[in-house]
């Protein structure tokens, strides 16, 4: 049965039962878009007072596509598609946010459908495309919010089409991000658009889904499978999703942290380990200065013994008048005893020979072939004492009542 009000309703087609709310809106987006201004001496266009510019449709689609291939040559068509792609559903979608703020505020607009419903017919009279929705839709302010609709003269595919150009990719993507952007303002919900065909790839409309961001998917699939669309061709429909640039940013940024906590903890871990090995290191040197030290002590024990039990004896031995063969088997004995004793005197300390620190300063100038006289002077002592030094030296390296030279044997020790 035809209801006159039918033929009243012409910037938007819509599901029968929609008819009332949308024939409302038609009148009063017709009023609000009735009361125009131009005033181009001060460049000024107002449509109910409020501000507008027109912007060439072709210069939002085409040509910007064909400007940012050639601005990405250097990164192949794909990036420079998925650049323009992005850019303009952002700006789209932000522009239909906030038109439809706007919009409800000055027509004091509250109701959910009555907000959706002013959407396309704004749409129709700023000249984006006219909006035919389908019985099948389901706009409501939850996730089962499902919306599928054509725009049948859209500005983008016009735009491919008035050149003669048929595209691989559906490009309507500035009417998918201003009427999600719209709805979305409308119920409080996040939407996103995407279009399953479009007329600039050679399909006969241009149609969109609109879902909720985790419901689209799912839509587009049982949508395909009506359509008879091949799964390859719905697997590469693009789901545009709203400031992508951001999330890939909060993604790369929260990877970065992680790999910043990571590289701390390997370091943390570095440290520790380098610390373990410092003080192994350290525990290392302690034990071989241990062993060194021991080492020092049986030499000195056993240089001691030697001292206090061999050569008072053969010192003794070599006064009680020997004869020439014997003294000739005592001094063998004794050459012996030095060559056992002398590489290990070498390398000890002054300590163990128990001379004085005078003893030592002596003993180096001997060694060094200084004579008497002036190591009297040098130490600035009289020669008496020096000679007293001396004495005192050969008594203590065992060099007493023997004609061996104190400066070979000294020389002998080092
Ligand atoms: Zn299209």
């Known amino acids: 049965m035809d209801n006159p009000q039918d033929k009243a309703l012409n910037t938007v087609s819509v599901p029968e039962e929609l008819h009332p709310v949308f024939l409302k809106a038609q009148d009063y987006v017709r009023e609000y878009f009735s009361e125009v201004q131009s005033d181009p001496e001060k460049g000024v266009i107002k449509y109910s007072g409020e501000r507008y510019i027109l912007v060439r449709a072709s210069a ?46 000055k027509m004091g607009v509250k109701d959910p459908i009555e ?22 839709s389901n706009p409501r302010p939850d996730d ?26 559906p490009v309507c993507v500035m ?22 065909e479009c007329r600039a790839k050679g399909d006969r409309h241009c149609r969109f889904i609109m ?35 951001k ?7 929260s990877r970065k942290d992680q790999l910043e906590e990571l590289v701390q903890k390997r370091t943390d871990k570095l440290t520790k380990a380098n610390r373990a090995l410092e003080e192994a290191n350290i525990a ?51 050459k012996n005893v030095g060559k056992i004793t002398s590489p290990l005197i070498g390398k000890l300390s002054s300590k163990y020979l128990n001379l004085t620190p005078m003893e030592i300063k002596v003993a180096g100038l001997v060694r060094d ?30 060099l007493k009542n023997k004609d061996s030279n104190l400066r070979s044997y000294l020389l002998s020790l080092e």
């Open 284 to 334: 290392m040197k302690v034990m071989l200065k241990q062993l060194e030290q021991k080492e020092q002590a049986d030499k000195e024990n056993f240089l001691t013994n030697i001292k206090h039990s061999i050569l008072p004896y053969l010192n003794e031995l070599s006064g009680t008048g020997l004869t020439p063969e014997q003294k000739i088997l005592l001094a063998q004995l004794e």
């Open 247 to 253: 999330r890939l940013e909060d993604d790369l940024r």
């Open 60 to 105: 939002m689609s085409k040509e910007l596509f064909d400007m940012m291939a050639l601005m990405y040559s250097d990164r192949g068509k794909q990036e420079a598609r998925d650049l323009s792609f992005n850019f303009l559903f952002d700006i789209a979608h932000s522009i239909g946010k906030a038109d439809a703020r706007s919009f409800f505020l």
């Open 175 to 196: 009417n998918a991000g201003y009427s999600s952007g719209w709805c979305e303002e409308s119920f409080g919900i996040p939407l996103v658009t995407a279009e399953v």
């Open 211 to 245: 879902a909720p961001p985790s419901k689209i998917k799912d839509h587009i699939a049982k949508y395909s499978k009506r359509a008879y669309i091949k799964y390859e061709h719905y697997n590469k429909i693009d789901i545009p999703e709203f400031f992508k640039r």
């Open 115 to 136: 907000k959706l419903s002013a959407g396309p017919i704004h749409f129709a009279y700023t000249g984006w495309a006219s909006v035919k929705i389908h019985p099948l």
């Open 369 to 398: 072939g200084v004579p008497n006289k002036e190591i009297a002077e040098t130490l600035n002592v009289s020669l008496n004492t020096i000679t007293s030094h001396r004495y005192k030296i050969r008594t203590k390296l065992g």
């Open 144 to 169: 089962h919010y499902y919306l599928i609709y054509d725009h049948p003269y859209s500005f983008e595919a016009q735009a491919w089409m008035e050149k003669g150009e048929t595209t691989d990719f």
